[in-house]
């Protein structure tokens, strides 16, 4: 059955379940994927590849997805934006960074803004360039953002700010979402739906390796951090105040906390790393996934977890409303 909410009516799907746009992970499959599944697929643009993000559209083959950008990075190649809005998307997710500068190109093109926001300041300046939708990343989510704010206190104070400012804008959660409990308190929180990720990583039609994914599910919640340490190596020029949560190792154990001393020996440790990328050396190599991955032991398709999400939600928002026995 349809878990019919705000989001759902809004975008035309049958269940608040957004699939992250996580950069070079989200492809077009796994986006056709959730949205034939009832939900809504976004492919992950992130750093700004126009023929890969090409590549995936057509992988998509004719499925109603949107596609995400990593705001910051998309300012250098604005011309990655035209690559999507050409293809109509369901709507553009922009994260990371001025919203201002795409905002009036996506409304123009008739297409939703989704907006993703780590605090109340980022949720009020994405209000005020007309977003259609905030997501309210806390930091328990995979990836990148920041680790200031928890999502279970994010939501609810955007969800009053937006209902405050501009109540027709639309509210998802972010952040430790990936089964069916976590998806029934995002929506008690008052979000509108939720933005899921790691659970979606962990399958067959994400672009991640084999053996990526089995190191991945075989960490905790308690083996992932939030750090620089993998930007500077990879040579990703994040801006200040961002970090990315992922699953420890020894090459991160012997960085983290000393970023200078990584920086000072920067050249010899890219080499050593990009050898590692090749090598698929989990001692240096790791994955980016956030907290959640410590409730996630397999790697299924899906659609499959998009059914299971939604039955469980729906069985214990219904538990919840259930009127008292007589």
């Not at 109509?88 to 939703?112: E, Y």
């Not at 939030?226 to 991160?252: C, H, M, S």
């Amino acid at each position: 059955m349809p878990l019919t909410t705000r989001l759902t009516e809004f975008f035309g799907i049958d269940h608040p379940i957004m699939l992250a746009p996580m950069a070079l992970v989200s492809g077009g499959r796994l986006a056709a994927e959730v949205t034939r599944a009832g939900g809504l697929g976004l492919i992950g643009g992130g750093y700004g590849d126009a023929e890969w993000l090409r590549t995936q559209i057509g992988e998509a083959d004719g499925a109603r997805v949107g596609c995400g950008f990593i705001t910051w990075s998309l300012a250098r190649d604005p011309g990655v934006l035209d690559v999507a809005l050409g293809r109509q998307p369901v709507t553009v997710m922009l994260s990371f960074g001025d919203l201002d500068p795409f905002a009036d190109r996506i409304r123009a093109a008739g297409v939703p803004l989704t907006a993703q926001v780590q605090n109340l300041e980022q949720a009020r300046r994405a209000l005020d360039a007309g977003a259609d939708v905030l997501v309210a990343q806390g930091g328990e989510a995979g990836g990148h953002g920041m680790s200031a704010r928890s999502t279970f206190t994010l939501v609810p104070d955007v969800v009053d700010l937006a209902a405050e400012r501009c109540p027709e804008t639309l509210v998802v959660a972010a952040g430790g979402v990936a089964d069916g409990r976590s998806l029934a308190a995002a929506l008690a929180l008052g979000a509108d739906g939720a933005l899921v990720g790691t659970r979606f990583w962990a399958t067959p039609e994400a672009l991640v390796s084999q053996r990526a994914h089995l190191r991945g599910i075989a960490a905790s919640g308690d083996d992932t951090l939030r750090t620089r340490v993998y930007d500077f190596v990879r040579e990703k020029d994040w801006p200040d105040g961002y970090d990315a949560r992922l699953v420890r190792n020894a090459f991160i154990e012997a960085w983290h906390g000393d970023e200078a001393g990584l920086r000072a020996r920067l050249p010899e440790m890219v080499s050593a790393f990009q050898k590692a990328v090749d090598a698929e050396d989990f001692d240096v190599v790791t994955v980016l996934v956030g907290e959640a991955i410590g409730r996630i032991r397999d790697v299924r398709p899906a659609a499959g977890i998009v059914g299971e999400m939604v039955c469980d939600a729906t069985r214990i928002l219904n538990r919840a409303t259930a009127p008292p026995a007589v």
